[in-house]
Nanobody, 115 residues
Framework: QVQLVESGGGLVQPGGSLRLSCAAS????????MGWYRQAPGKERELVAR???????EYVDSVKGRFTISRDTAKNTVYLQMNSLKPEDTAVYYC?????????WGQGTQVTVSS
């Protein structure tokens, strides 16, 4: 059973930055997609960013130029660097692994952007 453990969430003022981490219990080197999703109260979960096994990245339009997804395959960890945070970025952020063996989720980490 794959375990994904997120960390790095918290309360930040508008314009601030946070870096989320997702530590996987096994190698992520060949995983088809590692992604970050978020779910705000009353809204559906949405894809924020993802990185493929060859290192390609994609982002939802609302975070392009502000968020960066990256991975450290030696540490089996995926990161989401979030800059210029806005109140509308407030949500629970979830890490997702999507590969041949299925789709797995972390427990989520709360990000609150507020003054």
């Amino acid at each position: 059973q794959v375990q994904l453990v997120e960390s790095g969430g918290g309360l930040v003022q508008p314009g601030g930055s946070l870096r989320l981490s997702c530590a996987a219990s096994r190698s992520i080197l060949s995983i088809r997609y590692m992604g970050w999703y978020r779910q705000a109260p009353g809204k559906e979960r949405e894809l924020v960013a993802r990185i493929t096994s060859d290192g390609s990245t994609e982002y939802v339009d609302s975070v392009k130029g502000r968020f960066t997804i990256s991975r450290d395959t030696a540490k089996n960890t995926v990161y989401l660097q979030m800059n210029s945070l806005k109140p509308e970025d407030t949500a629970v952020y979830y890490c997702n692994e999507n590969g041949i063996s299925g789709s797995y989720w972390g427990q989520g980490t709360q990000v609150t952007v507020s003054s």
